[in-house]
């Protein structure tokens, strides 16, 4: 088939460690080499896009370069057996918008293992209002769930909640009869978290210990930390007897300064969650939970659609988390 043009967000690197970006016209020869062309109609922006739009080498080695860690759409060419034109399919996480031409652009093209069929029970729409945020918070709950935490046990508390991962986490673990509380920096968002299921909501100063105390008052069951840094050290140390941590971000910060006794006094489990190589098998199972048995009634109210055209803005609203709940990107609206 002849080259199809499109529309893709760029980003360029100016001079060295100046990054701008701009939607420019593209090629579908431009793209990787793989077996399976998708007409990408939705996408979504998460955290790591953004760090990827502004030059963070641990997210993207080199540049000009297409961010879009997810992308919706329909199989248009596969030399892929498993794979037919017409297929509508789903793909998430993996070297995608990483160092691979992402999902801010129209057409992506890639490895056949990187692809699922989308859910029944889920658009396409609906699956990016999911994305790796949605991914990321179920992977987080069926950790927990899977490690022993019941609803039985005590609250589990979301840090970053109003975020893409905090809020698809309350919402998820409301849905599965936990008592949730939910922190946040955002004062002005209350009812949206309570709105999402939360049974209470703190501040995120209750999560920022700033004593030298190797233990504070075990107040949670579970946790899912989307933030690092000084929120998860004070998180670990205020969990209660045997109950577990799960950590997948770094918002605040990447570091991690703690000490053993919440591990060897009360016996809580740091639980780490990868979504972008999560295994196959994994992310079947997640997403066939997505589609159903957890389907948010309410997914539709978590998000805002927008068009290409205002993508740039928000990466850099993103990243002064000034964003609420999962922001989605409208590929067919320019
Ligand atoms: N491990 C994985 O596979 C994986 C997958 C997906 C995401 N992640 C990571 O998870 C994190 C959250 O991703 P996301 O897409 O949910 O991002 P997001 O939508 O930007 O949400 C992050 C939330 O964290 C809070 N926050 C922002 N800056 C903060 C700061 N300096 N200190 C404390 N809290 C802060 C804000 O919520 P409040 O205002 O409500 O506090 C913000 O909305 C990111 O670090 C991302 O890279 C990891």
């Not at 409301?174 to 009812?191: E, H, Y």
């Not at 570091?255 to 098998?281: E, M």
């Amino acid at each position: 088939m002849p080259p199809r043009p499109f529309k893709a967000l760029v980003v360029y690197e100016a001079e060295k460690n100046t990054f701008t970006r701009r939607i420019e016209e593209c090629d579908t020869s431009r793209l990787p080499e793989n077996e399976v062309l998708i007409q990408v109609k939705y996408s979504s922006l998460n955290y790591k896009d953004a760090l990827s739009a502004t030059g963070n080498r641990g997210v993207t080695r080199s540049y000009p370069h297409t961010p879009g860690i997810d992308a919706a759409g329909t199989v248009i060419e596969s030399s892929n057996s498993g794979l037919t034109p017409g297929d509508d399919v789903i793909v998430t996480g993996y070297d995608l918008g990483m160092n691979t031409h992402g999902g801010f652009g129209q057409y992506i093209r890639v490895p056949p293992e990187w692809v699922i069929r989308l859910p029944k029970g889920l658009t396409l729409r609906q699956s990016m209002i999911y994305g790796t945020a949605g991914f990321t918070a179920a992977q987080s709950v069926l950790r927990l769930i899977d490690y022993g935490i019941t609803p039985e046990q005590g609250t589990v508390l979301v840090t970053g909640a109003t975020g893409g991962v905090g809020s698809i986490a309350v919402s998820l673990l409301a849905k599965s009869g936990f008592q949730v509380i939910a922190a946040t920096g955002k004062a002005d968002q209350k009812s949206f978290l309570t709105g999402l299921g939360a049974a209470e909501v703190i501040s995120r100063e209750e999560t920022s210990d700033t004593s030298d105390r190797a233990l504070l008052r075990g107040r949670w069951a579970g946790v899912v930390d989307t933030v690092g840094g000084n929120t998860l050290s004070t998180v670990i140390k205020s969990t209660g007897y045997r109950g577990a941590v799960t950590t997948c971000g770094n918002v605040s910060s990447g570091d991690l300064h703690t000490t053993v006794y919440p591990f060897i006094l009360r016996g809580i489990s740091l639980l780490g969650i990868d979504s972008a190589n999560c295994p196959h098998g994994i992310r079947l199972h997640l997403w066939e939970k997505l589609s159903q048995e957890w389907k948010l009634e309410k997914i539709d109210q978590l998000a805002t659609e927008i068009p290409l055209a205002d993508l740039s803005n928000h990466i850099d609203l993103i990243l002064q988390g000034k964003l609420k709940g999962r922001t989605i990107v409208n590929m067919q609206n320019v």
